[in-house]
Every structure is written in C-alpha cells, then in structure tokens.
C-alpha cells in the first residue's frame, strides 16, 4: 500500500516510493539511495533553475557533462569525477526547457526561447567553442535527437509559430541541411533506430511510430492510443524487440510495448502519485529520471518483467509535482552516470560494485569424483546479499570440451540464494582416471561485474557391466564396477516407469562392493527404467541406465575374451538375450577409439567377436592395456585385456 503525500519517503526492498508515517515539519529528508554511490555534485550556481543533461567523451579520454540552465549551458569536466569543474558556460535566451546531444565531436543545443540550433565545437574538449546558432527553418524547439549523421528537432517554432518537426542533414557538422519535416502531429521527443522514428506524441494521448527512409516523406506506420496517455519520450530495447515509453503525469508509469503487436507488456512505477520524466536504455537496463522519486535503473532483460535494481533519491522534498531529477545520461565511457536535479544541479553517479547486481557470492563445491559414461553434477551456490534483486548471466566450461549446460539466466529476489546446477557429460569411452577442471562464470546485467569459480571432478568409477534381466519372481540386476581403493559411497539403485523416466524412485542402498539386486515387486507386461547410482558426500551420480520389459525372456551377459593376455588375437563372448544390432569398441588406455566391429541383426544367444589387434586400417597396436564395449539396444557391458608384443 502507498500512503504518500507530505511525508518522508522509507524505500524498503523493491517497494521504491513506499512511505511511511507523515512527519511532515521535522526537517529536511535524506536522500534515499539504494545501490547508487554519489561520487560528487556539481551546483555552482546554487539552487537555480536547471534543466536536461547529456555527456561526451572525447577521443583524448576527457569526460564532458553538459548541464542544462534557465540562464544557458555549462561544460563541464568530468574526468575526474570526484572534482567536477566548470569549463565553459555559455549564457542564451533563459529558458525552462533546454535540451542536447552530441555527434562526432560537436554538440547540439536547442531550447524554447531562440537561437535555433546551437552549435558547439569540441575539438578541443578543454575550450569548447560556440560555432554558430542556425535558425534557417526554426527559432526555437523543445527537444533534439540525433541518429545516424541526422538530427530530428522535435517542438519547433518559426517566428512564434509551430512549424514542427524538422529533419537536418548533419554531413557538414557545423552547416546543418534540412532535408525533411513531419507536420502531421506535435512530437515532444523522439528515437530513431534503422530510420523508423518513434515519436512521443504527447498531446495525442498516444505514440506514433513513423517511416524516415525518405526523409523528405516521413509516413506514419503505427499510431498506439491508450488510456491515461501523456506520452512523454520512448527509446528501444537493445535488440527493438520492445519499446519504453514514459507518460509525464501525476501517476505516470514506465510502459513496455512488444513492436511486434505493439500490445503492452508491462508497466513499472516507483511512487503511483509521482509524474515519470525520462528512460534510456542502456544494454539490459532503463535508465529513468523521475522527477521527485530520483533516478533509477531498472533490469529489463526480461521486457516482460522490470525489475527495479538501484535508485537514488535527488529531492529531498515530498512526492508529487515538477521537482528533482530531470534528466539521465548513463553512456560516458567511464561508465559514470550524470544526473540532473532541477534544483540542486548535476550528480556524478556510479552504480555500487557490489551492489545489487554486483553484490553476490559465487561458491564452489569442494573436489568431486565422478564417473564414465555419465552425467557430472556440481552445483554451485549463488547468493545474493544485497537487498535488491538482481539478474546474472551463466555460462560454464570445462577442462576436456565434454558437453556442458547450466542455466544462461538467473534472477534472484534481495537477500536470497540459488543452487546452479552444471552438467557435464562425460563420454562413455573415458576409461582411464582424469581430472576434470568445471568452471562457472556469472555476470552481472548492469554493472557487467564478473566472477568466476572453478571446481575439479576425478573420474572415474567405471561402470564395466550393467544388465537387466528376468528373474524368477523379479527383474535381477547384474553390474560389475570398477573401483579404485579410494572410491568411497554407496549405490543406489531407482527405477521408474518407461513411459515416465524422469519419475524415479529410489528401491534400495548397497554397498559399493555388491554385484546385484533383485526387483522382486514388478508386474507383467510392465517395462521399467533402471539407474544405478552412486551416493557421495557431493550427492548422487548416476552411473547407468537399463530399460526392460517384464515380459522379455532371458539375459544379456559379458563372458569376457580369450585368450586374456593375448597375441595377436582375441575373442570377445557374450551372451544376448534379444536379437538386434551390437558393435564392439575397442579403446586404448588413453581412451581413444581404435577399433570398431558391427554386428548387425545377431539373433538371440551365445556370440563372440574376433579383435585382431588392429586399428580401422588394420594396423597392428602396440601391447599395452585395452578396453572394450560390448553394446546393444538393451544392453551394454565393458571389459579390460591386454595385449602382448
């Protein structure tokens, strides 16, 4: 619930605009920030009428805020931003309203009193130069934007009267040619992006969405009307797929609108009783001036859900009316923002390393051991220990190029913490023990921060044998584990129904040792999906799956090879309980694949396959320690031999 009106303003969690008790009379209120770090205010002129902010970074690495007065404009040198300094001012027609932008290293005044376009040089960002005022087409304007080598100047006037929107040719940078104008509607500011102009047709009770390719015939594609509309500027999303707009009236709201049906998606407010005054959008974030509410920024990696991440109150007055913050400039190269304040000047922001966004913890999981021909789970804690929320992009690595997947997006809600779960699949012809190095890396989505972890996995627990087969009054399962003297754990074997495999239950825990288990609580005609898994201190891995059907007869089984060791040959035997295809593998004790044999259609019965000592070429190998796969669509087993030279 809101209850605001002349009363100190507590912001608490997201609730951004929430107040409390009025205790109106008690003095000035401090200011409210949340995520933001004031790094200096620049007011010379005390508490004066000041308007729009905009910035420039020069090629020589010199930061510039351009601020915005009744009286005319200042430059200011920001570079560095603990100690703003007044580098030029350049007195103009007063004026309430004055607006900027930058192109190549010139900038751009207008305003609603005279002079036109105003011109400034900044070749030399240390002695900004005023070039010139153009006043060919108009004398006055409210606003200004300048995209792709045109500036479209919105609100203007020729002799006192509307003349418009007027489209200037910026080739010559300090001699402007008009080569377009839109009459149709009054525009109050506007974005252009691949010469589609998004105009804030404010007295239209909507926006406008308008064709400038042929500049000298801008045609109107969309026209969105919508209740309560008072649409005051507009900027798209990184990728266009969504456009915000902000409505300048008591109870304005931040807008969302998809550009592909132009249906609203979502709306944000800091304070229902406060008018909204400008968003930009930088990356995945809204950059916003609020007027009485401050400046805020707001995560829009999900259009469809703003979620608000930092904010700083510039008024310390009560909500409601034309007062504070006035505009936002957050592209400096530096990466400080500039804001304006109405009545107290220009603040030189930068968003808390650690912050909301940046304020996290990433902590791995200690050494793991994993297993061959499996699925690796690590999970990683992220933890949030902010009071706001936060978003954070996911990517993971490993060491060996194995597959990986994880999460690429998590959002967090304040204070609160998350299991990240990465998956590395480990390929079935890793037999040997290797060190698996798992990295995970989580940025933030405003302040781009990164943090990186790193785990190690030794693998394996190799799974030799895995079968499934009809037993008197049951389903018995047969496995055979390799098991290295420092493997420690328990098995556990789950079963869920074939139609459902992701529906396991848990049967029963062995010990590592053990060799077998049968289900005796099955019924026929059913077919069910096995696990076997191994339980650790760092959770349960799963080591292999089996699918049967109770009404299959038999059993598939690895009788192993003869003659074991062997020159220059040996037979691989076994037992198949169901006809099909099977193929052998033979790898090397470094786990490359150096032979394969396909067998296909073998029916039901005893078998054995020939291994030569071969590669595919039929190149004899060296002696050493091989492995072999025996594998069908029910059943697999593997087996170690040895060759003698």
Same mark, same amino acid.
């Given at each position: 619930m809101y209850f605001c009106g002349k009363c100190l303003r507590v912001r608490i969690g997201l609730g951004a605009g929430l107040c409390v008790l009025g205790l109106w009379g008690f003095g000035p209120v401090m200011a409210q920030r949340w995520n933001v770090e004031l790094v200096s205010r620049f007011a010379p002129y005390g508490t004066r009428s000041y308007n729009d902010c905009w910035g420039y970074s020069a090629p020589n690495g010199m930061e510039i805020a351009i601020l915005g007065l009744a009286q005319g404009v200042a430059f200011v040198n920001v570079t560095d931003p603990q100690h703003p300094t007044?580098?030029?001012?350049? =007195?103009?027609?007063?004026?309430?309203?004055?607006?900027? $932008?930058? !192109?190549? #290293? !010139? @900038? !751009?005044?207008?305003?609603?009193?005279?002079g036109g376009l105003r011109i400034y040089d900044l070749t030399d960002p240390r002695f900004p130069v005023l070039v010139r005022s153009w006043e060919e087409t108009f004398t006055t304007a409210h606003n200004i934007g300048i995209y792709d080598g045109y500036a479209y100047v919105v609100g203007t006037t020729l002799d006192g009267k509307i003349s418009g929107t007027r489209i200037l040719d910026l080739a010559d940078p300090t001699d402007p040619v008009e080569v377009g104008f839109y009459t149709d509607q009054y525009v109050h500011d506007v974005f252009v992006r691949d010469d589609i102009a998004y105009m804030s047709t404010i007295q239209r009770d909507g926006l406008t969405v308008v064709?400038? +390719?042929?500049? $000298?015939?801008? %045609?109107?594609?969309v026209y969105r009307e919508y209740a309560g509309a008072n649409t005051h500027n507009a900027w798209l999303s990184r990728d266009s797929s969504h456009l915000l707009t902000t409505d300048e009236v008591a109870g304005g709201h931040l807008r969302i609108w998809n550009t592909g049906d132009w249906a609203q998606v979502a709306a944000w407010t800091a304070n229902p009783s406060a008018s909204i005054h400008n968003v930009l959008v930088k990356g995945d974030s809204a950059y916003v001036s609020y007027y009485t509410e401050g400046f805020h920024v707001v995560d829009i990696t999900d259009p469809t859900q703003p979620i608000p991440v930092a904010s700083y109150d510039t008024w310390p007055g009560v909500s409601g009316g034309f007062n504070g913050a006035w505009g936002v400039y957050p592209f400096a190269r530096s990466g400080y923002i500039y804001v304006s304040d109405i009545s107290t000047g220009l603040y030189v922001f930068r968003l808390v390393e650690g912050g909301p966004i940046a304020d996290f913890e990433l902590l791995a999981p200690p050494r793991q051991a994993g +297993? /061959? /021909?499996?699925l690796l789970f690590f999970s990683f804690d992220l933890i949030n220990t902010s009071q706001g929320a936060a978003s954070y992009d996911i990517v993971a690595t490993n060491s060996h190029n194995w597959t990986t997947s994880q999460p690429a997006r998590l959002n967090l809600a304040g204070s609160s913490s998350t299991v990240i779960t990465v998956l590395v699949d480990v390929p079935m012809d890793v037999v040997e023990t290797v060190d698996v190095d798992v990295e995970v890396c989580v940025t933030s989505r405003v302040?781009? %921060?990164?943090l990186c972890k790193s785990t190690e996995v030794t693998t394996p627990v190799l799974l030799q044998e895995f079968s499934a087969r009809l037993a008197e009054g049951g389903v018995a399962l047969d496995w055979?584990?390799?098991? /290295? =003297?420092?493997? %420690? /754990? #328990?098995?556990?074997?789950? %079963? @869920?129904? =074939? =139609?459902?495999?992701a529906a396991r239950i848990e049967r029963i825990r062995l010990a590592l040792g053990s060799r077998g288990w049968v289900d005796h609580d099955v019924h026929a005609r059913e077919a069910y999906v096995y696990a076997l898994g191994l339980q650790t201190h760092s959770g349960l891995a799963i080591l292999g799956e089996r699918h049967i059907r109770v009404t299959a007869p038999g059993r598939s089984r690895l009788l192993g090879n003869t003659p074991n060791p062997f020159n220059p040959a040996t037979s691989i035997r076994f037992d198949l309980a169901e006809p099909g295809d099977v193929a052998l593998r033979v790898f090397d004790a470094r786990g490359r694949l150096v032979h394969t044999l396909l067998r296909p259609d073998l029916a039901a019965g005893r078998h054995q396959m020939l291994w030569r000592g071969g590669d595919h070429a039929g190149n004899p190998q060296p002696g050493g320690v091989y492995f072999y796969e025996i594998r069908s669509p029910r059943w697999s087993a593997r087996g170690r031999m040895v060759l003698l030279r």
């Open positions: 007044e580098i030029a001012f350049f =007195a103009s027609e007063p004026s309430t309203w004055r607006d900027f $932008r930058t !192109y190549g #290293e !010139y @900038a !751009y005044e207008v305003n609603e009193s005279g064709d400038v +390719h042929d500049k $000298r015939n801008p %045609r109107q594609l +297993h /061959g /021909g499996q302040t781009e %921060r990164t055979s584990l390799d098991v /290295g =003297a420092d493997d %420690r /754990g #328990e098995l556990v074997v789950l %079963r @869920a129904p =074939a =139609a459902v495999p």
